[in-house]
């Protein structure tokens, strides 16, 4: 079990909380206004935290220090960049993600590293898909048998550095490209791996729970 902090108890963050913890995470939820809160169901049993998402002392009572991630989707594009880079840069807390109203300034941040999703495509499973690796490995596209899917794939920070054919090769898969600073790139034979990189693989899916289990580990140190 993971735990999760979420800023803005508006529709997507009330069922981003719902469907974390239905699958036996623990969630706090942030925002400026208590009466947010009457959105969560009767029953919820995670921390609401009446604050702004970017105030450190919120944060905190939140329990972003021990966060697996931190999802920010308020109604407002600055506040939700600034809490996920307070989030990511004093907190490191490990998995990041921005809900963006404007697709231009959503482009910018990604080129700076900081995943978001604009609010023209937005769901909540493309924010669950970013913060839970079991929902990466499900994939965006599938083969006409349904016997391949192109997911992105989690990589364990013991992976930097070393050639995505290495990771091919541990994993079994082969990796279609790579997201660089928000731009794709089609990798060749000597490409490395890199802090920030997103991989996307042809993944056999009768194997993604072995490749996610693979992958989530440091790469075996040679004898």
Same mark, same amino acid.
């Given at each position: 079990?993971?735990?999760?902090?979420?800023?803005?108890?508006?529709?997507?963050?009330?069922?981003?909380?719902?469907?974390?913890?239905?699958?036996?995470?623990?969630?706090?939820?942030?925002?400026?206004? $208590?009466?947010?809160? *009457? @959105?969560?169901?009767t029953g919820f049993?995670?921390?609401?935290?009446?604050?702004?998402?970017?105030? +450190?002392?919120?944060?905190k009572q939140a329990g972003v220090e021990e966060a697996y991630a931190f999802a920010a989707v308020?109604?407002?594009?600055?506040?939700?960049?600034?809490?996920?880079?307070?989030?990511?840069?004093?907190?490191?807390?490990?998995?990041?993600?921005?809900?963006?109203?404007?697709?231009?300034?959503a482009e910018i941040y990604q080129r700076l590293g900081i995943p978001t999703v604009a609010a023209v495509r937005w769901s909540a $499973?493309?924010?669950? *898909? @970013?913060?839970?690796?079991?929902?990466?490995?499900?994939?965006?596209?599938?083969?006409?048998?349904? +016997?391949?899917?192109?997911?992105e794939v989690e990589v364990d920070a013991g992976w930097i550095g070393h050639p995505l054919t290495a990771i091919e090769k541990a994993a079994d898969i082969r990796v279609a490209y790579l997201t660089r600073f928000g731009e794709g790139i089609l990798p060749g034979s000597g490409t490395a791996y890199q802090d920030g990189d997103t991989i996307h693989a042809m993944v056999g899916v009768d194997r993604t729970s072995e490749v996610a289990h693979i992958l989530a580990k440091s790469p075996a140190k040679e004898s």
């Open positions: 079990m993971a735990h999760f902090v979420i800023m803005g108890c508006g529709r997507v963050g009330a069922t981003l909380a719902h469907t974390l913890e239905d699958a036996g995470h623990s969630v706090a939820i942030i925002d400026q206004d $208590d009466r947010a809160f *009457r @959105r969560l169901r049993s995670g921390r609401k935290v009446t604050g702004v998402g970017f105030d +450190r002392e919120t944060l308020s109604s407002g594009d600055n506040s939700n960049i600034l809490a996920t880079r307070v989030a990511r840069e004093t907190f490191h807390v490990p998995h990041v993600v921005a809900r963006i109203y404007d697709p231009g300034r $499973d493309q924010v669950l *898909r @970013r913060i839970l690796p079991e929902q990466h490995i499900a994939g965006d596209f599938r083969d006409p048998s349904g +016997r391949l899917v192109l997911a």
